[in-house]
């Protein structure tokens, strides 16, 4: 069977396409596109925005992946889409794209949970039988456990993502978008040494976030490190720093958020692999892309004699795959979402869809 | 508390030569050897009690003048509550001792400042320590060096504490105690005592209480 | 993908790597090893004095500043909490001591130095958790009068029921006594009270079924003695309404979900609360709107 998938819950589209051979062995993508709205350095993206480029993308990507995947309309099985969560208006220009290809191929629509979509494809791809997930990114924040045909939450964000809190103080540090916030973060923690105070907040298996920006953000404003920064001034930084106590860079900011907020997600994902008695952890969703994230949990995996299984960016990041993967999945059991119900929604919680593909 | 001792080691008068003014005090003499759990072997602890000591004073003196052959903790017995609170200052300043973490200048004044709940160690000398006035004195010596022996402590002892030994028991410390006095250095003055409608509560249930506040407050001596 | 090693626990720090035969201490032997701390059981100063030894082992996955600084709160945190509690007169294991400090300890293999974590010693408390005496009284209860809940009338089961409803309200009276010292328990299951003093000879989990040892000759489970409130490793000091309705949500919750046949006794453990605690009416009236949010915790467990 063969499903067409196509995500656009936040600043990416993907179309992304899917096989699963009848003799049940290992799925095979056949196309997986992409496409990424970026804004410049300091702004955020907005949802009007994000869809009309979304909108402006969509069928160019379809097009594209049925060409990458060399097949053609009669070989898909069902066209899969983002139900939610995510931002509404794009989420709505891709319910949009997928209704009409819907009536356009006469095939069936199934509404997947992005969420579900990561943890699916992240199984597919790291061949993890019953991990604890970490699922982190720009929108969400969650430690899921699988238990009777419910991906169940057992810690998650208490105010915004990790991934939003990275890019806001992107945004703060005029750091480039391109490719992504996160990635430049990453990047330029690695030139940082300085680990400045930060506020850790963890409650039993939940965190939050907002307390770490609001501090790394005053540090920012305190030290004259927000705004547009020019090359000169960043490269007479070492100088600055080497004094103890001396003013720190951009890079000990970033450095010092990266070590504060991953250890809290390592420390709450570490708490629920106790609970639940587990010892793989899958990290899916967009910062879980980031080495020094996968490196701290592969230390706490190793400390509880188990594994650490993540992705690399194809995956990981948004994409359409995924949402091929998650829906045919769904459609194999005899799920279909009616035109009439082929909504979308904002909230949509990982634990409400239930799970009829596993045990 | 009941603590079980764990090995009492009598040394009878007649195998030192005492001079004639003190052999008074050596006719009931009891230093206790004490093994604390944890701590290393190499490390045994001696603690003797004594009552009506005469020669305070000049004990202070030698402590003040900084004489190496009288380093000891020297506690005023009037505020230990119990074996328990006063080995738990033991523990607290070995530990210390052995972590590099001494506030003070050796591990026997550091026992002195561990049986304090605050940070000032020349007040905890004060409420805790040897006083011109102290009748009743209890003498730790934690065996820093392999020369500290049972023998070598107790023939010190024996000639230069005027008072009469008694055993280092929480019966006998109960007598000597101040509760008043010591629930005031823990500011524990308004500890609550438990109602006595509690199941199998004894009367001892307001005694205990203080007891154990007291070793948290030594624990957490401190803490920032 | 990261290999998997072989895990080993990591060496007890200073002093408990002692264990030399002069002294009565025999080595701390491990309970549990939970995420966040392991737990052994010896004593303190003497064998005259059972202890739990807490240990909260660095984490290497940290920042090395970061890690000290979370051990050291966290570890102090718990020690204070202990401490207070004992001085109000809750029932709460005492604190013997407590090294926030860290300590060196030299890796065995390699010979590097590294940061070992902080310890806490506190008393023992000897007893059941109260998870095992309810699952015991449940299972007592469902030997002796079946699982007909409805009949009526049978004196000896409304006199268990009477004892359990006087256990329950014991429990909440310890929870009272707890939020009314201004400290928070944030982990409280049934797993974290003791019920002092009871033997119900019951085998820990994952060693097969209870045995029907420890009882009184009739085969009742003892629900008398003092509850005591045990692990204060999330807890914290609040005057929040807020902290202090999730902590009885928790406990409800925790009976909800493993004493089926209990549950509907819970009014009980909120009478004691409210018996013990002068702000419980504005607590209770919290917890109603905890219980409507409900979040996700109602997935947990």
């Known amino acids: ?359 | 508390m009941d603590l079980s001792r764990i090995s009492i080691l009598e040394k009878k008068t007649t195998e030192f030569s005492v001079p004639k003014s003190i052999a008074c005090a050596m006719s009931s003499s009891l230093l206790e050897t004490i093994d604390l759990a944890h701590l290393p072997p190499s490390m045994p602890v001696y603690v003797a009690l004594y009552r009506d000591v005469k020669n305070a004073a000049s004990l202070r003196q030698q402590l003040i003048s900084g004489n190496a052959d009288f380093e000891y903790a020297f506690i005023d017995a009037s505020m230990v509550l119990s074996r328990a609170h006063a080995l738990s200052a033991v523990f607290r300043a070995v530990n210390d001792s052995i972590n590099g973490r001494l506030k003070s200048r050796n591990v026997h004044s550091e026992i002195v400042f561990s049986f304090s709940p605050a940070n000032n160690i020349a007040e905890s000398f004060r409420k805790f320590g040897i006083a011109d006035s102290t009748k009743d004195l209890l003498v730790i010596k934690v065996s820093t060096t392999p020369e500290i022996t049972h023998d070598s402590v107790a023939a010190h002892l024996s000639q230069h504490v005027e008072g009469s030994v008694v055993p280092f028991d929480d019966d006998t410390l109960s007598n000597i105690a101040d509760v008043t006095k010591i629930k005031k250095a823990y500011k524990l003055g308004a500890l609550k005592t438990p109602p006595p409608t509690q199941p199998n509560g004894t009367h001892d249930d307001g005694t205990k209480q203080l007891e154990l506040s007291v070793l948290g407050a030594i624990a957490l001596r401190g803490a920032t | ?301």
């Open chain 1, 1 to 359: 069977m063969i499903a067409v998938g196509i995500e656009g819950s936040a600043n990416k589209i993907g179309v992304g396409i899917i096989f699963h051979p009848e003799d049940g062995s290992t799925p095979q993508v056949l196309a997986n596109v992409r496409h990424t709205y970026v804004t410049p350095p300091g702004e955020g993206f907005l949802p009007k925005d994000t869809a009309r480029h979304h909108r402006a993308w969509v069928v160019k990507l379809v097009k594209q992946a049925l060409q990458d995947a060399r097949i053609t309309v009669k070989d898909v099985d069902c066209i899969c889409y983002t139900k939610g969560p995510g931002m509404g208006a794009p989420l709505q220009s891709c319910a949009i794209a997928a209704r009409m290809l819907s009536l356009l191929w006469g095939k069936e629509l199934v509404g997947v949970n992005h969420c579900v979509g990561h943890i699916e494809m992240g199984r597919a791809i790291t061949g993890a039988q019953n991990p604890v997930v970490l699922y982190v990114s720009g929108g969400n924040t969650q430690v899921i456990a699988y238990s009777s045909q419910r991906y169940r939450i057992f810690g998650e964000t208490l105010d915004i993502a990790v991934g939003n809190c990275l890019d806001r103080f992107a945004r703060t540090l005029h750091i480039s978008n391109d490719p992504a916030p996160g990635y430049n973060i990453e990047q330029l923690a690695k030139k940082g040494k300085r680990l400045m105070d930060l506020p850790y907040t963890v409650k039993g298996m939940d965190i939050s976030m907002s307390g770490v920006l609001a501090a790394i953000d005053a540090l920012a404003v305190q030290y004259g490190l927000n705004g547009e920064w020019n090359e000169k001034e960043e490269s007479t930084g070492p100088a600055l720093e080497a004094a103890d106590g001396g003013k720190p860079t951009r890079a000990d900011l970033c450095f010092s958020l990266q070590e504060t907020v991953y250890s809290m997600l390592v420390e709450i994902t570490e708490r629920a692999m106790a609970h639940v008695g587990s010892k793989e952890v899958l990290i899916v969703g967009g910062v879980g892309c980031n080495e020094r994230l996968q490196e701290m949990m592969g230390i706490m995996a190793r400390d509880r004699g188990g594994t650490v299984h993540a992705t690399d960016e194809r995956y990981c990041i948004d994409n359409g795959i995924m949402i091929a993967q998650a829906g045919l999945m769904a459609y194999k059991t005899g799920f279909r979402t009616p035109l009439k119900d082929a909504t979308c929604t904002q909230r949509f919680r990982t634990d409400e869809v239930l799970v009829k593909w596993r045990d």
């Open chain 3, 1 to 301: 993908m990261h290999t998997t090693h072989e895990y080993t626990p990591p060496p007890l720090p200073p002093p408990f790597h002692h264990h030399h035969q002069t002294t009565p201490a025999n080595p701390p032997t491990l309970l549990t090893q939970g995420a966040e701390a392991h737990l052994y059981k010896t004593h303190y100063l003497s064998a005259a004095h059972p202890a739990a030894l807490k240990i909260r082992p660095s984490k290497p996955y940290r920042h090395p500043i970061l890690d000290r600084r979370l051990t050291r709160q966290r570890i102090l945190q718990e020690a204070r909490c202990l401490a207070k509690l004992v001085r109000e007169g809750v029932s709460v294991p005492a604190l013997y001591a407590v090294d926030w400090e860290g300590q060196t300890v030299t890796d065995a293999d390699t010979g590097a130095e590294r940061y070992g974590g902080a310890w806490l010693l506190m008393e023992w408390v000897e007893g059941d958790v109260v998870r095992v005496v309810v699952r015991e009284w449940e299972g007592y209860m469902l030997r002796h009068f079946g699982d007909d809940r409805d009949v009526d009338g049978h004196v000896e089961r409304k006199r268990e029921e009477d004892r359990m409803k006087d256990f329950l309200r014991r429990i909440g009276g310890a929870v009272g006594k707890l939020h009314a010292a201004g400290v928070i328990h944030g982990d409280l299951t049934t797993s974290n009270l003791i019920l002092r003093g009871t033997n119900l000879g019951v085998k820990k989990e994952g060693e097969g079924d209870a045995v029907d040892e420890g009882r009184d000759g009739l085969g009742h489970v003892g629900l008398e003695g003092e509850v005591v409130l045990i692990d204060f490793g999330l807890a914290g000091q609040s005057v929040q309404d807020e902290d202090r309705a999730v902590d009885l949500y928790v406990l409800e919750r925790a009976f909800g979900s493993t004493h089926p046949r209990t549950e509907g006794f819970f009014a009980e453990v909120l009478e004691g609360y409210r018996a013990s605690y002068r702000g419980s009416v504005s607590v209770l009236k919290r917890l109603e709107e905890v219980r409507m949010r409900g979040r996700k915790k109602s997935m947990l467990g």
